[in-house]
């Protein structure tokens, strides 16, 4: 008897194991998209809207308004790797401004921004997407 005891205890410490591992990286992520909103709304908002369907106050006038985002048709392919709007992709533009890579000038690169701020910004973008 104390033998099976023994395996269930071993087999439910296992499973508490495994899982708990996955779930860091959903708590993780969840908190940068949290923060890429907030930064969003500070630096992005006024061009790409509220809900970054490019209909930000801002890019009324704009001949060429960005992109929703909840479509993902991305534009750039910033590493020339044959895949537009990777991570990377956005990233770049996100740093460097898209007139860097062949696009609008309106939109100015945010070389002020740390890694993990575009990262979070990146984040939250992809939580956009539908
Ligand atoms: C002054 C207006 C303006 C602001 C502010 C602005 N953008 Fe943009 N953004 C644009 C425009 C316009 C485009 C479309 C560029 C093009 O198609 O050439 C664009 C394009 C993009 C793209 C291109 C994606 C792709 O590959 O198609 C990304 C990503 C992006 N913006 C992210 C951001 C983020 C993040 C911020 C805030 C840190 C920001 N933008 C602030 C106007 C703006």
Redesign the pocket.
Known sequence: MKYSGDVLGRTLLQAILVVIPLLLPLGASGQNVDAGKL??GT??E???GENGDGN?P??AA?M????DFALA????DTDADWK??SDA??AN??RHG?ATYG??L???G?AN?SDEQIRQ?VAY?RSLER
């Open positions: 930064l969003f630096y992005c006024t061009c790409h930000g801002a890019a704009f060429l308004k960005p992109r048709a991305y534009k750039f537009k709007g992709d956005l533009v996100i898209p696009g609008s309106l939109m100015p945010w921004l910004l973008i």
